[in-house]
């Protein structure tokens, strides 16, 4: 596709439940981002792949987050057990290889209820 | 810790008129000083961006102005549009060395007749 393309749009979750939120990058594009983006915030930066390898996972905020990219193309990002703070809109990245100003997807807003 | 401080969060401009906004970083290390413009239900768009060894930047009716020495950055938009109406985020990150970005909590601009 043209774009960085998320899924789905919106979730609603009970707190406690695992959910999972797809990115399909643009492609060919080396490189992957999630950022966690709260109501009325900035995005804040979750974790970065460069193909298959996940270079960095400083911003995940508990080991209840996890991101996997096993081709290096589509991405997951998979959160156990809920909590009402995790509901914010997640958004995806992508950038070809040496390109710092990169495209993002318009997001997944996960609710926890 | 905030590393990127972003003033003002509202800012309302007549059409026509001069918009700007403010940002200021704490980490010399940042090298890469791009501005997003993002529309209720999108993801953040590039809007324009600058690297340290230059003072200012224009695109159009959009300038980056950049004081290494005090550590700030502006944004300049002229003659403003309604269709500019949007938040704007500043962000900064340590380039090739580090690709993500640390973003502002942003500015939420309106443009009035």
């Known amino acids: 596709g043209a774009g960085v393309s998320q899924s789905p749009r919106y979730k609603v979750a009970k707190r406690g439940q695992d959910v999972a939120l797809r990115c399909d990058p643009i492609?060919?594009?080396?490189?992957l981002f999630w950022y966690q983006q709260a109501l009325g915030q900035g995005p804040e930066f979750l974790t970065y792949?460069?193909?298959?390898?996940?270079?960095?996972k400083s911003g995940l905020p508990s080991d209840r987050f996890f991101a996997e990219r096993p081709e290096g193309s589509v991405s997951t990002l998979k959160i156990q057990r809920t909590q009402q703070e995790d509901s914010a809109v997640y958004l995806c990245?992508?950038?070809?290889?040496?390109?710092?100003?990169?495209?993002f997807g318009s997001g997944t807003r996960l609710t926890v209820v | 810790q905030q590393q990127v401080k972003q003033s003002p969060q509202s800012l309302i401009v007549q059409k026509g008129g001069i918009s700007i906004i403010n940002c200021a970083y704490e980490?010399?290390?940042?090298?890469?000083f791009p501005w997003y413009q993002q529309f209720p239900g999108k993801g953040p768009a590039l809007l324009i961006a600058?690297?340290?060894?230059?003072s200012e930047k224009k695109e159009g009716r959009f300038t980056i102005s950049f004081n290494k020495s005090a550590k700030q950055f502006s944004l300049h938009i002229m003659d403003s549009q309604p269709g500019d109406s949007a938040t704007y985020f500043c962000?900064?990150?340590?380039?090739?060395?580090?690709?993500?970005?640390?973003f502002g909590t942003g500015t939420r601009l309106t443009i009035i007749p």
């Open positions: 600058i690297r340290p060894d230059v």
């Open positions: 792949f460069q193909n298959e390898a996940q270079l960095d």
């Open positions: 990245a992508s950038s070809p290889t040496g390109v710092l100003s990169y495209t």
């Open positions: 962000a900064a990150s340590m380039g090739k060395r580090n690709e993500k970005l640390t």
């Open positions: 492609s060919g594009h080396v490189s």
């Open positions: 980490n010399t290390a940042f090298d890469y």
